[in-house]
């Protein structure tokens, strides 16, 4: 069995650039959560996909934009980059039933300058 | 929304001591609360878990509490070891994919 894997390890980018981080769910979970985790805080939760579906959203802007594969991997995608989107981000993976466990991935630091 | 709120920020014991983390949460739909481990670099490690339908779960020298009357919760680590030094979140949810989490303690074991 696999744990849930994340690339790329770290990106430096420029404000207003795009980004897209990755992430490959554990073996066997279909539920996919994306976080951000700024420097001394908390993850944040962004948003969630189910069966390539998006499945709830958390208080961030259209910006930030997900996909979820047939494979139930999945993509975070953030556009116009400003500098308070540097931080860590996390994916993490579970079942669907809301009593399964999620498991996080290394996470992905993002720097934007 | 959840709200969940998580103390001390800091805590600092000595080797062999017990160190207790305490979280309160808002939302009373919430049903489950985690408790994660963050080394430096890395994600969150799951190192205990509860239902709103127990009170108390143990792991060995882990233990967690939860209160639902009083929306609060407690992490419990005995016999502490200098590699238990790391940041500790604790979260809650109604859905185990969308946690809120409280802002960390950050805890040192010392030798």
């Known amino acids: 069995e696999t744990g849930v894997t994340q690339s790329p390890t770290h990106l430096i980018k420029t404000r207003g650039q795009q980004v897209t981080l990755r992430c490959s769910s554990q073996?066997?979970?279909?539920?996919v959560s994306w976080y951000q985790q700024a420097l001394g805080q908390g993850p944040q939760f962004i948003f969630q996909y189910y069966r390539e579906e998006e499945n709830g959203r958390g208080n961030f802007p259209p910006r930030f934009s997900g996909l979820q594969f047939p494979n139930y991997s999945s993509e975070l995608n953030v556009n116009a980059l400003e500098l308070d989107d540097s931080a860590l981000y996390l994916c993490?993976?579970?079942?669907?039933?809301?009593?399964?466990?999620?498991?996080f991935g290394p996470g992905t630091r993002l720097t934007v300058l | 929304g959840e709200n969940v709120e998580q103390h001390p920020s800091t805590l600092s014991v000595q080797e062999g001591d017990s160190a207790v983390i305490k979280c309160t949460y808002s939302d009373s739909a919430s049903n489950y609360f985690p408790w994660y481990k963050q080394e430096l670099g890395k994600g969150p490690q799951l190192i205990i878990d509860?239902?709103?339908?127990?009170g108390e779960k143990k792991d060995q020298r882990i233990a967690v509490t939860l209160n639902k009357t009083a929306k609060h919760f407690s992490l419990h680590i005995t016999e502490t070891q200098p590699e238990d030094s790391a940041v500790y979140f604790c979260?809650?949810?109604?859905?185990?994919?969308?946690?809120?989490f409280g802002d960390g303690t950050t805890l040192t074991v010392k030798p």
């Open positions: 979260a809650a949810s109604s859905n185990a994919g969308k946690s809120t």
């Open positions: 509860i239902r709103s339908n127990v």
């Open positions: 993490a993976s579970s079942l669907a039933s809301s009593t399964d466990t999620q498991y």
């Open positions: 073996s066997g979970h279909n539920t």
